[in-house]
């Protein structure tokens, strides 16, 4: 539940244009807004989904896991990213905070009733819905390719839409983050990393590698007609 390890937790009348969100009538709503320490959870697989998430600073990785105790990060959760929307009434992932992250949350019910008499909230809803569904596919897909070096390609090609900054990817997850998303081990992703380097492809900033240079992004999307 939200109040792990949280701190300023007042409810603050909001514009659903704190979320992202537009509307017909612009209602205001009540938001609050937790402040999270890196490796906090957020809320827990089926515990009851009776709120909706954003990231306003850090990062958040949702993940499931797996009967032989691995697990399986389903998705990354960057500034901006509502997450925690079901269609059922638990949550089917359990969300962590990869960094120290603050978050903003509104009760699902109070959007639910906003889209009962607004229509473009209602598609605002819906339209969260299939970018969900279509991530779903998408990493289903990902997960699917041939080699380790296509999934790290793909996820690098991914994180250059969202995350790069002044020519700069900075990456808020740890190597067996990425790991855990593809489906790899931390070794697999790490040597792939290093053959991207080699190939040129990308560069390295910083002791932790975590700052990444993409040199050349169409021989990185090229990786998979190569392999």
């Given amino acids: 539940m ?15 244009r704190e979320l992202g969100m537009s509307s017909v009538s612009n209602p205001i709503i009540s938001l609050n807004e937790f402040a999270y320490k890196k490796g906090t959870e957020i809320y827990g697989e089926k515990e009851p989904a009776d709120y909706v998430y954003q990231v306003k600073l850090g990062a958040v990785r949702s993940y499931k896991l797996l009967s032989d105790g691995r697990r399986q990060i389903g998705a990354f959760h960057l500034a901006g990213d509502i997450f925690g929307l079901e269609n059922g009434n ?5 969300a962590e905070a990869v960094v120290d992250t603050t978050v903003r949350l509104v009760r699902r019910q109070s959007l639910e009733l906003v889209a009962e008499g607004d229509a473009i909230v209602a598609r605002n809803l819906l339209s969260m819905t299939t970018s969900n569904l279509q991530h779903a596919e998408d990493h289903m897909l990902l997960l699917g390719r041939k080699t380790s070096l296509e999934r790290v390609a793909a996820f690098l ?3 250059d839409k969202r995350l790069t900054a002044a020519g700069i990817m900075a990456l808020p997850m740890s190597r067996r983050d ?13 040597r792939a990393l290093s053959r ?5 492809i990308l560069g390295f900033i910083g002791t932790n590698q975590r700052q990444i240079v993409l040199l ?3 021989q990185l999307a090229s990786l998979d007609l190569q392999n």
Wanted: glycine share 4%.
């Fill in 2 to 16: 939200f109040v792990r390890n949280a701190a300023d937790a007042s409810p603050r009348p909001n514009s659903l």
């Fill in 90 to 94: 638990e949550h089917r992932f359990t």
């Fill in 157 to 159: 090609i991914e994180m």
């Fill in 178 to 190: 990425i790991a855990d998303y593809l489906g790899l081990t931390l070794e697999t992703v790490s």
């Fill in 196 to 200: 991207l380097h080699e190939l040129g």
């Fill in 216 to 218: 050349d992004r169409p």
